[in-house]
């Protein structure tokens, strides 16, 4: 009786440690990816809160091209969703041309930080005059999906700029670590350590 109780908590005690893992994995992965999926978060939430704005009508290349055609900066919304996709594709495009070092410091943070506090002062300059002219005449259904899209419009600029701030820290991080044995990283001839072979050249410059 008492060995089939050890090892049921034997069991037990695996499994809560292999969840453990599971979620440490996941968390870190999360964190690994997250500049990658706050830009497809910056895609797509404008686009359906704009959506739900435009209710009962649906979002489909007519209207969009009718909100165009029609855009007025005093009420049209149509901007707010196109900036966040200029913004994302601007930051994903650094993002992925920039190798360990210029992580670290220099583009991905500076223009991640440019094109994030541009578009707030943007929306914030914009809102104020919307809500203006848009709660005189629109339904309170429109005007909450309306706050809706400017929050989160704030919001994911103010993300994208602590994501590129993470990144930046976690990449000098490594670079700290990886220049403690430059040797042991030359050692490795640009397979382990492919994106930091190159403080290796420069160190050997600088001598």
Known sequence: MGF?????????LRGVKTLFFLITMLISFLLFSAPILLVIADTLLP???LSASLSPSSLSLETLSSLFNNYDFRYSLVDIPLISII????IICVYSLCDGPRLSRGPYLGITTMCSVSS?????FKAPRVFRVSSMDRGEHVIAMEIALFICSLLLSIGHIAVAYRTSCRERRKLLVYKIDIEAVSACKNVVF??????????????
Do not use: D, M, Q, T
């Not at 050890?6 to 037990?12: D, I, L, M, N, P």
């Open 87 to 90: 913004r994302s594709a601007v």
């Open 47 to 49: 686009f359906s809160l």
């Open 194 to 207: 492919p994106r930091y072979h190159k403080i290796l050249l420069e160190e050997r410059v600088k001598r």
């Open 4 to 12: 089939a109780k050890e090892e049921k908590s034997k069991r037990v």
């Open 120 to 124: 707030l002062i943007y929306v914030s």
